[in-house]
């Protein structure tokens, strides 16, 4: 797993890459509706992804100024 920011990649077992983002901060969430974390966590982005022990993210580059 690594995180970039509020971006988190995880790799599960059969090597699937996915994609959280959270926003939130840090709220009890006894309902488990999802409180502070993107509707699209948990998207697919890639397979093939067993081989690697550790994953790193980045930035998009140089940030507008």
Not at 5 to 17: E, R
Not at 46 to 63: E, L, T, V
């Amino acid at each position: 797993m690594a995180a970039i920011s509020d971006i988190i990649l995880l790799v599960q077992d059969d090597g699937a890459l996915r994609w959280y983002r959270y926003g939130g901060n840090g709220e009890n969430d006894p309902t488990g509706s999802g409180l502070g974390w993107h509707p699209n966590s948990g998207n697919f982005i890639g397979k093939g992804w067993q081989g690697f022990r550790h994953i790193f993210g980045g930035s998009d580059g140089p940030a507008d100024t």
